[in-house]
């Protein structure tokens, strides 16, 4: 869902970024990368490796490592972005 909020104001809403094109898709295949990709790569990880039991994590401990290590990845993500000069402010 993040990629497509992001798709659609990057590309549909004119004025929203002074980005390029290629920058445009640069950000939004950030966005699918950091939101989707890695977190389901680890969700899968965690299950081949017995740290969950399940996919669907039904039990509560199951949910807990998954939430903290997509948690810290998301902040470390978040404090990287923020320093990068190609960002405009929002405010």
Known sequence: ??????????FF???SSNLTDK????????VFITTF????LTVVMF?????IKDLHMKDR???LMP???????????SFMIDG???MTPLL
Do not use: C, H
């Open 1 to 10: 869902m993040p990629t497509a909020v992001f798709w659609v104001v990057l």
């Open 13 to 15: 809403l004119e004025g």
């Open 23 to 30: 920058g445009k898709s640069t950000v939004v295949g950030l």
């Open 37 to 40: 990709l890695i977190p389901a």
């Open 47 to 51: 299950k081949i490796t017995k740290v």
């Open 61 to 63: 401990k199951d949910r």
């Open 67 to 77: 939430f903290m290590f997509i948690s810290i990845f998301y902040l470390i993500v």
């Open 84 to 86: 990068q000069q190609w």
